[in-house]
């Protein structure tokens, strides 16, 4: 009986990321990330890649979440998993979350939420007001 090794699952959002783009064929939001994306909305396939990225990403530098050393990352692709040379915690960096700002249309009130293609629905933290999102 050992308790007292816990894994712990470390890991740091990239901070890059990939240009925000439609899907051909329904004009919706696509997923955000580079290789082959489905569609959420239509379900088409569609091959991206944007060099521009993918050179950021490999040089994208990260703290090592545990010595906060700052390694460069080496790994043209998100999700990832690297090692740091210096303490040899091994950790994921995964994919950036692109955020957007919305305002409530009934009180103002500015909230930031995760950009994620098809429609929410979400109730404003300050007056209630049902508002439905969509990208
Ligand atoms: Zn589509
Ligand atoms: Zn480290
Ligand atoms: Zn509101």
New binding site residues.
Partial sequence: MNSDEEIEQLSVESRIAPPSLT?P????L?PSGLGELS?K????EVKVDHAITRKSWLEEKISCPKCNKVLIAGVDDRPCTLQCGSCDSIFDVTANIPKVEITCPSCERRMRMNKRPGVRKIACPSCQEELSVKF
């Fill in positions: 899907c064929s329904c004009d919706g696509l569609c909305l239509c379900k088409a």
